[in-house]
């Protein structure tokens, strides 16, 4: 996998893979967002930008809130892909300021931090005034669009605690467990996680009876993780990541809730299949050595059936 260490790329250094199971290392960078910045974010063009790879499901939940805050017009968007040669790759044509020595997203972290350990995860928000990494929590990113948009609202303070914790619960059961499960390199470890991946789908599932989204009529931040897993199910976490036992298409309420998001305008620009299906499969060399993408399912996501008019 490679990661940063005192500063310095390292191919084949890797602190994710404990005994034969994947765990997820936590960043070593600050992630909170200072109080000039946040002022800043949402008036100042050419200055902030959210650094994201449309294969990443983290990046993906950014880049929703980004978009349904309405802040993408003054927050550029910088995507990362491509070969993984040291891990994800600023791809050109975007709206980041040319600097020739940043071509790697791991050089955004040394020239925040010089002697950086650690994996360069995606996404960022990133102050191209002060060539420095604001956060690369995606959860912070989220809830900082939220709190300076006048257009959603994501996490409202009385439900507050309660989205906190279903976001966790979706996290840990589900968008954390698919890793688990595609990554392990154990059978108990493996049967462990796609057991705790179906459970919590089942449960999502039954929650889902009768009601639009995860707290009723109102998008919140739960859902748009939950809507970041859920549209990379059938396209490589039931096929790459081996959670073969039932598809998202098998479930009729996380069906219907997914597509009823992919529908809202503005969402379905941020979903790239293509690219999505390139980077867990291109960039996994213990489990796919030939390189051998997948094919697209045949999906419709344009279905409405079920949906509310």
Request: hydrophobic content about 35%.
């Amino acid at each position: 996998m490679g990661m940063l260490v005192d500063g310095k790329w390292d191919d084949t250094a890797d602190r994710s893979m404990v005994s034969g199971t994947f765990r997820r290392e936590q960043t070593a960078l600050p992630t909170s967002i200072d109080s000039e910045a946040y002022q800043s974010i949402g008036r100042q063009k050419k200055r902030f930008f959210l650094i994201a790879s449309a294969s990443c499901p983290w990046s993906h939940g950014a880049v929703l809130a980004l978009v349904l805050s309405g802040l993408n017009e003054t927050v550029g968007i910088q995507w990362a892909g491509g070969p993984r040669i040291e891990g994800y790759g600023l791809l050109p044509g975007g709206p980041l300021p040319s600097r020739s020595e940043f071509k790697y997203v791991h050089q955004l972290y040394t020239s925040t931090i010089a002697d950086y350990t650690g994996r360069s995860t995606v996404p960022v928000l990133w102050d191209a005034a002060h060539n420095k990494i604001l956060s690369n929590s995606s959860a912070d990113i989220i809830l900082t669009f939220d709190a300076i948009s006048h257009r959603i609202e994501l996490r409202p303070k009385d439900r507050a605690e309660e989205i906190d914790n279903l976001t966790q619960h979706i996290f840990d059961g589900l968008s954390n467990a698919v890793y688990r499960a595609g990554k392990s390199q154990r059978q108990d470890e493996y049967d462990e996680a796609v057991d705790l991946v179906f459970s919590t789908l089942d449960g999502l599932e039954q929650g889902l009876d009768d009601q639009t989204f995860l707290f009723g009529d109102a998008l919140t931040l739960a859902d748009i993780r939950l809507f970041a897993t859920l549209v990379r199910f059938d396209t490589v976490y039931a096929t790459h990541f081996r959670c073969t036992r039932r598809r998202l298409v098998d479930y009729t309420n996380l069906w219907r809730f997914a597509r009823q998001i992919f529908q809202i305008p503005g969402v379905r620009q941020t979903v790239d299949f293509q690219e999505i299906r390139y980077g867990y499969y291109v960039n996994d060399g213990d489990h796919n050595p030939h390189n051998i993408v997948g094919q697209q399912p045949d999906l419709d996501w344009d279905d409405r059936t079920g949906i509310d008019e």
